[in-house]
């Protein structure tokens, strides 16, 4: 692109156009990029990413407008960050993603956080073969994707990492949103077999969130209650999620593990998702 033409993009912070290799284990300005990290849990993990110092690549499938509070955080933290819009619908832009990334900015990702996602309110008696393809795709053949072009990318000598984002529910499934569930549960298949196969060049972990960032579906007085139904009688921050990606992005001696954010919930089984009960 010569310097007359404007970028089709602008981002709030520059990127460097010359950046050395990661050559330390855990060097102090890593780039992380994070999947559906302009707004809601992906925007909070972002901001959290950029506060610890890290460089941002902003995916989003149709744009990344960023969340108010994520935008002030990147110009407060003077965060070099980029956008960059692939719709997961078709897996195969996802692959090419990583690549995207490494030649805007000079390098390929350190960190990859997996968390874009959709879901619908689908169950057994009402799922459609188009509704079970649809999540797959976005929720776990397009991770899929991303792992493979993020662990074949040439890369430095550095530590890389991997954290997919899970939900609680995938330790007692119920028949709600069967197919967001579905594909939830083959994204932690692939994180367990990616540490396998990726060890000792990538680390892969997971995150599972329980109810943290509530829809316009749930009231105060509901989400009050589903509360008390935790065995810790709390839901969780979303910052507490966030946390939970930036512990396992210095975790240089573990792969293949989950950690539950979640107040306990995985440990209790639910009939219904939790905007069903309480009301």
């Not at 108010?68 to 692959?95: K, R």
């Not at 995207?100 to 959709?118: H, T």
């Not at 939830?184 to 997971?206: D, E, M, Q, Y």
């Not at 969130?209 to 065995?231: F, S």
Request: hydrophobic share 45%; glycine share 8%.
């Amino acid at each position: 692109m010569s310097e007359a033409q404007e970028p089709p993009y602008r981002p709030l912070g520059k990127v460097r156009t010359a950046v050395e290799p990661v050559g330390a284990p855990l060097a102090p300005k890593r780039l992380a990029l994070v999947t559906g990290g302009h707004r809601r849990l992906g925007g909070v993990i972002a901001g959290a990413l950029a506060r610890a110092g890290h460089s941002l690549a902003i995916h989003g499938s149709h744009d990344t407008r960023l969340d108010s509070h994520l935008a002030l955080t990147f110009e407060e933290e003077a965060t070099e960050w980029e956008g960059f819009v692939v719709d997961f619908a078709d897996p195969e832009g996802a692959e090419e993603l990583v690549a995207r990334v490494a030649e805007r900015f000079g390098r390929p990702p350190d960190i990859l956080v997996n968390s874009a996602a959709i879901f619908g309110q689908d169950r057994m008696e009402t799922v459609s073969a188009d509704d079970l393809m649809r999540h797959y795709a976005v929720n776990c053949a397009a991770p899929a994707m991303l792992t493979k072009a993020f662990a074949t990318i040439p890369a430095g000598v550095g530590d890389r990492c991997i954290i997919n984002i899970l939900d609680q529910r995938i330790d007692h499934p119920h028949a709600d949103q069967l197919a967001y569930t579905l594909s939830k549960v083959a994204l932690a298949g692939l994180t367990r077999t990616a540490a396998h196969s990726l060890a000792p060049r990538v680390r892969v972990n997971a995150v599972a969130p329980g109810l943290t960032i509530a829809t316009a579906d749930y009231d105060p007085a509901q989400m009050e209650r589903l509360a008390d139904l935790m065995p810790l009688e709390r839901l969780p921050q979303a910052d507490q999620i966030a946390q939970a990606v930036l512990y396992l992005t210095e975790a240089t001696a573990t792969t293949g593990q989950t950690l539950y954010v979640d107040g306990g919930a995985h440990l209790k089984s639910y009939d219904r998702d939790f905007v069903h009960l309480c009301r």
